[in-house]
């Protein structure tokens, strides 16, 4: 039997997480303002199923169907006027199936969404872990203490490699061989990177 839709305020924004990653917001839309009172109260009353809203992933004028759900950590700091500096967590992914630009009464965007799995626990490829170690070789000859940057799992590698907010989406939307080959261009791209930047400190530059 396949999960039902749950009802999620939603606030597209440039932002794309992974689970247990962190990032601060600056509220200051009323829509978004009256979000996080509503999550505020939840916090402090210890509902946690209603601390959480859904971030669908905005990029290049486009909003996608997929994002991450977070949670309010806490609220760093309350300027005037009601705008608010707050910490978020995210705790999982989603797809949403329903998009209200206003909810009324809430003047904020909401939705029914299904939880996603990012499947960020699979095991690199061997071509991938190859590519993994000729990366860390040019890291090892920077000084840098290799044997802390696990390779294992997908997971693993996106803690210490470092992407932008939409090669994290691409993770996520992407399957099966097409994950694959974009995980693929990702490590061709890093090791290119490094490779050329060790010719220039060495006094080779390319053309």
Known sequence: MGQSAFHLPLFPLGVFLFPGEKTGLHIFEPRYRQLVVELEDAMA????????FGIPFHFEDVTASTGTLVKLVDVKKVHPGGRKDILIECVGHFETRSFTSVSSPKLYPSGQVLKRDIGL??????????????????????DVE???????????LTTWLGMPPAH????????????SRFLDSVLRWTLLILQQESKVERGFFPN
């Open 45 to 52: 009353g210890g509902r946690t199923k209603d601390n959480l």
């Open 168 to 179: 994290k989406h691409n993770l996520l939307t992407k399957q099966g061989p097409d994950r």
């Open 121 to 142: 626990e699979a095991e690199l490829s061997p071509q991938h872990f190859a590519k993994v170690l000729k990366i860390k070789e040019i890291l090892s000859q920077r």
């Open 146 to 156: 290799v044997s802390e940057l696990p390779a294992d799992t997908i997971r693993d």
